[in-house]
């Protein structure tokens, strides 16, 4: 992980008040990139929030398991926490039936704000991981009300994960779209134009948008490279 992360930069880079995009294009896995954030977080002693909308706890763990860390013993230490709002409202169908897409949108955010409060009175230093956020379209919320969501944690480190696929008009693509131009870096897995290779799974593309942290490194605007699974290796 330490060599994915030095390719993005994020080894070198403060991301407090920092928003990175991942787009996991449909038929390409990007857990790798998430692996690289989260390690990168924890050796910097960063709490980690996750907000659920896609997948699931057991997903990220499995996940951490092959990567060298352990999600779940993390979250015993308390340096995990985890918010499912899918579960949360579900528990109510009721509740949702009677509601607004603004109310359940606030519902949402009171909630991860709560939680995160309780986290930065222990640590000062947050990751939030949110996957993925384009699921509150399921409730009416439309692309204002899905982006105001993540407006209020400029603060903390903001990792937002979407899957989008190859339509182009779903709600999934559109909020990408958005999200791509007020990240900060904007990272994008697709697979391969060709199809199958024995020697490569698919191509990533890193897009850093401050310019002062460009000029600083020396790194081109927009980067790609070919990637192996399970290995990962980027060439």
Request: with cysteine; aromatic share 12%.
């Amino acid at each position: 992980m330490d060599s994915v992360s030095n390719v993005l930069g994020i080894d070198k880079v403060n991301m407090d008040g920092k928003l990175i995009c991942i787009e996991e294009q449909h038929d390409t896995n990007a857990n790798f990139v998430l692996s690289s954030i989260i390690s990168n977080a924890l050796k910097r002693n960063y709490e980690i929030c996750f907000v659920l909308f896609h997948n699931t706890m057991n997903h990220y763990h499995n996940m951490g398991t092959k990567f060298g860390y352990n999600l779940t013993l993390l979250k015993e230490k308390g340096k995990v926490t985890i918010i499912e709002p899918m579960k949360i409202i579900a528990f109510n169908m009721e509740y949702i039936y009677e509601q607004t897409a603004n109310n359940i949108v606030h519902d949402i955010f009171v909630i991860i704000k709560s939680e995160l409060d309780k986290i930065i009175q222990s640590n000062e230093h947050v990751v939030i991981i949110i996957d993925d956020l384009s699921h509150i379209y399921n409730f009416g919320c439309n692309l204002k009300e899905s982006i105001s969501l993540i407006e209020y944690y400029n603060v903390s480190q903001l990792c937002v994960v979407m899957h989008t696929y190859k339509d182009e008009n779903s709600f999934s693509n559109i909020l990408t779209h958005g999200l791509k131009y007020i990240a900060h870096l904007f990272i994008k897995t697709e697979p391969l134009e060709t199809g199958y290779s024995s020697n490569a799974s698919g191509n990533i593309t890193i897009n850093w948008k401050i310019d002062d942290v460009r000029i600083k490194y020396n790194w081109p605007e927009i980067v790609k490279y070919k990637f192996t699974h399970p290995v990962h290796r980027l060439y």
